[in-house]
């Protein structure tokens, strides 16, 4: 994982230059050459070698880009550093500098198969102190349900991270087995290295996919058809094409025709992952809570605890896993969301009236068994692609 940089120290020491770099940039804008010029003209009463000079290096410079091009050359710059919510872009008065995040590196003994243990459990403990101001107020403390971070609202705010609705989601969900992603953990694409998030980039560019942009369905299958003609050399098959249609629709939960650009951003991110990372490398990315999830998942599916579950059953968790809460069932007392998918043998799966007890033992016989590693190596991606906040599904499994 990258290393996070946004202790108190860290966050004054930005802040006073970003502010610096930011009034300076104002004062650009503010004033054009034109303005400049007249105004350095009263006050040093220029002489006609210093206009000639001036007109010299207008010339070098060329005339100004528009706003447009501007605009896309942050967003990509924005892009590429993982930044979410620029300083510009939210009132400067009050406000944290947001942390500069540094991207993971490989290491030699990434693709080496970890030692994730079945039977010896971890010990989940958070941070005592906020992330950011590094004070400790524990009625106000927001838990991360990805990693140990915990955080105040106030500080949350400061930073830009917390505004309008999204307060309220995280106060209710942040204490329950729902749980609340830090704006570290829930942005999948800051799992990516520099070599990673720069052939992203190129492909992005590639097919003229503006950052920041809502992408409709026709938009989202344009892009899938030059990915895969730009990799195959051929036109995208039907199947896939069907594919990239379901994956729409679970990135567009809300029905709303488009789907938002940080759940396109965080999809793309697990793909491209998917493809570069062997699944030894992926397994490294979990954290501690994410493999006490893992164990309570396997060990609800195991109900004769053999140390095997059928691949159906494996299957079950590819697709219930992580789910997020629907907005009315926040009250209830029973999360199924973050402890795993629901076992066969729960009175929760029992819907049509037949005994699981009696179907399971024939379903293990005739499916081919999975033990503990091979139900990671199989659930990996999907345990990393819920972590966003967002009710979107960022990797659809197969049916």
């Known amino acids: 994982m990258g290393v996070l940089m946004s202790r108190r120290q860290t966050v004054e020491r930005v802040q006073k230059v970003s502010l610096a770099v930011s009034a300076f940039k104002d004062g650009l804008r503010e004033q054009p050459s034109t ?18 000079q001036e007109g010299e290096e207008e010339a070098v410079a060329g005339p100004s880009q528009p706003e447009e091009s501007s605009a896309s050359k942050a967003a990509w710059e924005r892009l590429r550093d993982g930044r979410g919510v620029e300083p510009e872009e939210f009132d400067r ?23 994730i243990s079945l039977e010896q459990r971890e010990q989940i403990v958070n941070d005592e102190m906020c992330e950011i101001c590094e004070v400790w107020t524990a ?34 969900t ?20 520099e070599e990673e998030m720069y052939s992203l980039m190129e492909t992005l560019k590639n097919c003229k996919i503006i ?12 892009y899938k058809h030059q990915v895969h003609k730009q990799q195959f050399e051929r036109t ?28 396109f951003l965080s999809h793309e991110s697990i793909q491209l992952l998917q493809k570069i990372r062997p699944q030894n490398a992926l397994l490294r990315l979990l954290t501690a809570k994410e493999r006490e999830r893992a164990r309570a998942a396997f060990l609800a599916l195991d109900q004769d605890n053999d140390g095997f579950i059928g691949e159906g059953e494996c299957r079950q968790a590819r697709h219930t896993w992580f789910r997020k809460h629907q907005k009315e ?18 009175p929760a799966s029992s819907r049509n009236g037949k005994s ?30 819920a972590r966003p906040n967002s009710a979107a599904l960022h990797l659809q499994p197969l049916a």
């Open 329 to 346: 069932m926040l009250s209830c007392n029973v999360s199924i969301s973050h402890v795993g998918p629901i076992s066969e043998g729960s």
């Open 139 to 172: 009625e106000s403390l927001f838990p991360c349900r990805i990693c140990h971070r915990v955080y105040h609202d106030g500080c949350l705010r400061r930073m830009g991270y917390l505004q309008k609705d999204s307060a309220v989601e995280v106060t209710e």
């Open 35 to 52: 303005r400049r010029r007249a105004e350095a003209g009263t006050a040093r009463q220029g002489t006609l070698e210093q206009e000639v």
């Open 236 to 263: 995208m098959p039907e199947a896939k094409e069907e594919q990239a249609a379901l994956q729409f629709n679970a990135l567009d939960p809300d029905k709303k025709g488009h789907i938002e650009w940080q759940d």
């Open 174 to 193: 942040a204490h329950t087995e729902t749980g609340w992603s830090c704006y570290y953990c829930d942005n999948l694409n800051l799992l990516l290295t």
């Open 211 to 222: 950052p920041g942009v809502c992408l409709t369905l026709d938009d989202f299958l344009h």
């Open 93 to 115: 008065a009050n406000r944290f500098t947001p942390p500069a995040f540094i991207r993971p590196k490989r290491e030699l003994h990434d693709d080496e198969p970890p030692d």
């Open 356 to 385: 699981p007890e009696k179907i399971l033992p024939a379903t293990k016989q005739e499916e081919t068994s999975i033990d503990w590693p091979g139900f990671l190596r199989e659930n990996v991606a999907y345990i990393l692609a």
